[in-house]
C-alpha cells in the first residue's frame, strides 16, 4: 500500500514538473518574439547625446553657479499693497535654481513660500511667493 501511495504521489510530482517546464518553455518563446534589439554604433550614441545637450534638456551641466549660498540683490514686490523694496541678501543655489531666500536675523523663505527658480546665465531668477508677492534676483558676481 505504502508503495502504491509513493508511485501514485512521484507520478503526480513529475507530471507537475513537466507541465510547468513546458508553460515555462513556452512563455519564454512567447517573450522571445516580440524582443528586438537594434545595434547603435558609439558615434550615434554620441550624437545623440549632443543633440540633447543641444537642446538644452540637460541644463544643469551648462549652469555656472554652482550648489552653495550666494549674496543677491532681491527686488521685492507685495502688488496686494504696492509695497517693493530692494534688499542684499544670501540665496541657496541647488542645481541652478534658488532654492531659499535667507534674511539677517536667521528668518528665510524655502518651498513653504516661494517656488523655486531656475537662474539664467546672469545670474537673474523670478521668484513667485505667496499672495503673488514677487521677488526678482540678481546674484552679485
Given at each position: 500500500?505504502?508503495r502504491t501511495i509513493l508511485l501514485a504521489f512521484l507520478l ?130
Amino acid at each position: 500500500m505504502k508503495r502504491t501511495i509513493l508511485l501514485a504521489f512521484l507520478l503526480t510530482l513529475a507530471t507537475i514538473i513537466s507541465s510547468c517546464s513546458s508553460k515555462a518553455e513556452n512563455i519564454q518563446e512567447n517573450n522571445n518574439s516580440n524582443i528586438s534589439f537594434t545595434s547603435v554604433s558609439d558615434e550615434e550614441n554620441d550624437e545623440d547625446l549632443e543633440s540633447i545637450d543641444s537642446e538644452g534638456i540637460d541644463n544643469f551641466s551648462s549652469c555656472k553657479f554652482e550648489d552653495g549660498i550666494y549674496s543677491a540683490t532681491v527686488d521685492y514686490n507685495n502688488p496686494e499693497t504696492g509695497y517693493s523694496a530692494t534688499y542684499t541678501l544670501d540665496v541657496d543655489v541647488r542645481d541652478c535654481q534658488v532654492v531659499q531666500i535667507n534674511f539677517p536675523n536667521d528668518g528665510y523663505l524655502d518651498d513653504d513660500h516661494i517656488s523655486y527658480a531656475d537662474i539664467d546665465d546672469d545670474g537673474n531668477a523670478s521668484v513667485v511667493g505667496e499672495e503673488g508677492k514677487t521677488y526678482q534676483i540678481q546674484i552679485d558676481n
